[in-house]
């Protein structure tokens, strides 16, 4: 056999498992074809750079092969980073950042100025695709202020909001013309002239419902909810609204935000929502386009039997 020939073989066998993956995401790529994706990005995967490269990646993959991505993120690790520099005490209650007036200031800077900007940048290298604008943003994110309960009792934690009112003009505008919105979770006050800073996963569920979203994903530092932890990593891949909102009060302070949201977007519309491991490289497109998928999948009861 000739040389040419010989290479010619080889590529053909090497190409062979690329054409099969292409064609196990077929189904896939028919079924989410036109539907918005809102992306709730955080852990650890807003701090690795490999990982934040990789998550860019997805996004622009997932616009290219005709989703409608919208991505929401907070900045925890920065803001608190930020905070300490400025000497400001990070204290977190209920699950929550305790947001005094001037910290109110560096969560705003840090969002809109640093976490934003770094995204729409990496997003950007792919082409002229994202937009970032916050929840102040055409009156994207309107919220009061929220005073969670502890132990029975109102707690003031700040400038810390209750999102009240979700306007999707904005978004649905940047959407139509192509683009990947980058929201940033800071909301308008209802009330007076000041601003809040919104949990993000909230965030990303209340626009994931009012945006009539197929999916909302989550990105967390861990596989997904487990089913008995700490005693086993066994993660649940599949429940329903009603078996998770009898799981949410036994669950860690740092996970009901996000399972609170899952919950929130499905009883609100949103066909799957889904906790998944954004330590993972590719995470997005391993969820979204094969039969395995990863982490955990949350679906309205009604449809527990036909949502993938």
């Not at 490999?50 to 860019?56: E, G, N, S, V």
């Not at 929840?135 to 919220?143: K, Q, V």
């Not at 929130?264 to 889904?274: E, I, P």
């Amino acid at each position: 056999m000739s040389d040419s020939s010989k290479s010619g073989t080889t590529r053909k066998h090497t190409a062979l498992p690329k054409a099969q993956i292409l064609i196990e995401a077929l189904p896939w790529l028919t079924r989410h074809h036109g539907k918005t994706v809102v992306i709730k990005f955080g852990g650890n995967a807003m701090v690795n750079e490999d990982l934040k490269a990789a998550f860019a990646q997805d996004v622009v993959f997932l616009r290219h092969a005709g989703l409608r991505p919208v991505v929401v993120h907070g900045g925890g690790p920065q803001i608190s980073a930020a905070l300490d520099k400025h000497g400001i005490v990070s204290e977190f209650k209920a699950g929550l950042r305790v947001t005094t007036e001037d910290a109110m200031d560096v969560v705003r800077m840090v969002l809109a100025g640093q976490v934003q900007r770094e995204l729409v940048g990496l997003l950007n290298q792919h082409g002229p695709l994202a937009v970032g604008l916050t929840g102040e943003d055409a009156h994207t994110i309107t919220a009061t202020k929220h005073q969670p309960e502890i132990d029975g009792e109102r707690v003031d934690i700040g400038r810390v909001g209750e999102i009240t009112d979700i306007d999707t003009g904005a978004i649905e505008a940047l959407l139509a013309d192509g683009r990947i919105p980058v929201v940033s979770s800071i909301a308008r006050s209802q009330d007076d002239h000041h601003v809040y800073n919104v949990n993000a996963d909230t965030a990303a569920a209340a626009l994931a419902a009012a945006l009539g979203a197929e999916t909302l994903m989550v990105l967390t530092d861990v596989e997904g909810l487990y089913e008995d932890w700490p005693n086993s990593d066994e993660v649940i891949s599949r429940l329903t609204a009603s078996q998770l909102e009898r799981l949410l009060p036994e669950l860690s302070a740092g996970m009901v935000p996000k399972m609170e949201g899952c919950l929130h977007a499905v009883r609100g519309g949103v066909t799957t929502a889904r906790v998944i491991d954004g330590r993972v490289q590719h995470s997005i497109l391993l969820e979204i386009f094969t039969d395995e998928g990863i982490g955990t999948m949350v679906v309205p009861d009604e449809h527990e039997g036909d949502a993938q």
